[in-house]
């Protein structure tokens, strides 16, 4: 166990609303991640934290943001839901200097209707 | 551009058997190779890594072989079980890099 936890871990909201997904760690880790898992894609990047205020985007960032303030917080938002970012999405933090690994969250799965 | 091509997409073998599970990867500058395993309903789970100046490595019945020149690593799962049906995904990351590159995923079924 990691020590993390995502709220809320299933969500379904309307098509142009915003939404806002919550990881929150309990080991002062500075990395956070967080991905998107669709069939046939794996997992996917959308936005990384390496410190407090500190992101960049991944390989899927279009009509997300994301904010750190504090340590233990990541936030995601959809800014305007659409169908297409009905997803499962994880957030993950590193552990390791050098060489790493990533330690996932069980999860939040979001339908856009 | 997929920097980390995973195979197969899906593999069935019977309980007892030893499944394989591929990946190749195009960047020299990767040099930490983790592996995750994931149950429905689950985030994934870190499950082996390995570096690139070992050419083998072993947890229990999960093994890492790595082919440094041939940019190819491979999982082997010794005397499968049932409770091994998962899905799996190989990583690559770069020690001076902030992230990491993922496979799409291979799931597994192992049939009793």
């Known amino acids: 166990d990691a020590g993390i936890t995502q709220s809320p871990r299933h969500k379904v909201t309307e098509t142009g609303t915003p939404v806002t997904l919550r990881c929150h760690q309990t080991?002062?880790?500075?990395?956070m991640y967080w991905y998107r898992q669709d069939p046939g894609h794996g997992l996917r990047l959308i936005h990384y934290?390496?410190?407090?205020?500190?992101?960049d985007k991944g390989e899927v960032s279009d009509g997300y943001s994301v904010s750190r303030s504090k340590t233990e917080d990541f936030l995601l938002t959809l800014e305007s839901a659409t169908s297409s970012q009905t997803s499962v999405y994880f957030c993950?933090?590193?552990?390791?200097?050098?060489?790493?690994?990533?330690?996932f969250g069980p999860g939040t799965r979001l339908t856009v209707t | 551009q997929q920097q980390v091509k995973q195979s197969p997409q899906s593999l069935i073998v019977q309980k007892g058997g030893i499944p394989i599970i591929n990946c190749a990867y195009e960047?020299?500058?990767?040099?930490?190779f983790p592996w995750y395993q994931q149950f429905p309903g689950k985030g994934p789970a870190l499950l082996i890594a390995?570096?690139?100046?070992?050419s083998e490595k072993k947890e229990g019945r999960f093994t890492i072989s790595f082919n440094k020149s041939a940019k190819q690593f491979s999982l082997h799962i010794m005397d499968s079980q049932p409770g091994d049906s998962a899905t799996y995904f190989c990583a690559a990351s770069m020690s001076n890099a902030g992230k990491s590159t993922f496979g799409d995923g291979t799931t597994l079924t192992v049939k009793p």
């Open positions: 934290s390496y410190g407090v205020k500190d992101t």
């Open positions: 960047n020299t500058a990767f040099d930490y």
């Open positions: 390995i570096r690139p100046d070992v």
């Open positions: 993950a933090i590193r552990r390791g200097a050098t060489y790493y690994e990533q330690y």
């Open positions: 080991e002062n880790h500075r990395y």
